[in-house]
């Protein structure tokens, strides 16, 4: 099946400062989400970017499924950004199901 | 309701009992996915329904896991001889037209 890395694995920040997380998957994809997972466990959609490039305020994301990758922009990071940010792809057209990455962890200190 | 809720949030459970998890999707939505999720883990597929049948199953681990979707809304996980390894977050999304919306989650624990 559809293989996805993320890197990098762990990541801790400063308030205020950028970040980039990236995401390689193995095999053109129909679908790619990017979610946060907080430390209570829920599971909250960021983007859905199969292509292109969309923001969201201090989020961004941009996917280039040409050449397999995506990857999601935190500016200004805030405390309540850590958690766990994992990349989903769902790669052979019509199966429907999310590949999940093992995620990022984010730490953002004050 | 608004988002996609699931219960029970946390069930406690001997190992060879059987267990039913609850996930009531968001209205509207025809597709619901089932996911487990393990510590340190990302989330893995376990089931598809569109509508009210399975179209894929093939995340199941084993014929001890069940699902089902009678009326094409609710859907309920159902375990049989629960075993140790079985303890996870089980995860309920569902979607409109291609993008997934989680729940909070049933935690599972086999003593």
């Known amino acids: 099946g559809i293989q996805v890395e993320q890197s990098p694995p762990d990541l801790i920040l400063q308030e205020g400062a950028n970040s980039t997380l990236r995401c390689n998957f193995s095999d053109s994809v129909n679908n790619l989400q990017w979610f946060h997972q907080n430390p209570w466990g829920q599971l909250i959609n960021l983007f859905y970017?199969?292509?292109g490039t969309k923001q969201n305020g201090r989020l961004s994301a941009t996917t280039v499924a040409t050449e397999r990758y995506s990857l999601l922009y935190i500016s200004s990071s805030q405390t309540t950004d850590s958690g766990v940010y994992f990349c989903?792809?769902?790669?052979?057209?019509?199966?429907?199901?999310?590949?999940f990455g093992k995620g990022t962890k984010l730490s953002v200190i004050p | 309701g608004a988002g996609v809720s699931q219960t029970p949030s946390n069930k406690v459970t001997e190992k060879g009992k059987y267990v039913e998890l609850r996930c009531d999707p968001i209205s509207g939505h025809t597709a619901l996915y089932w996911y487990r999720q393990s510590l340190g883990q990302g989330p893995e597929f376990l089931i598809y329904?569109?509508?009210?049948?399975?179209?894929?199953d093939s995340g199941l681990p084993n014929d001890r896991f069940f699902a089902v979707r009678p009326e094409g809304s609710v859907s309920t996980l159902k375990i049989q001889r629960t075993e140790r390894g079985d303890s996870a977050v089980y995860l309920c999304?569902?979607?409109?037209?291609?993008?997934?919306?989680f729940g909070e989650g049933s935690r599972l624990t086999v003593l």
């Open positions: 970017i199969p292509s």
């Open positions: 999304a569902s979607s409109l037209a291609g993008e997934l919306f």
């Open positions: 329904f569109q509508g009210t049948g399975a179209a894929d």
């Open positions: 989903a792809v769902e790669g052979r057209a019509g199966s429907y199901q999310l590949t």
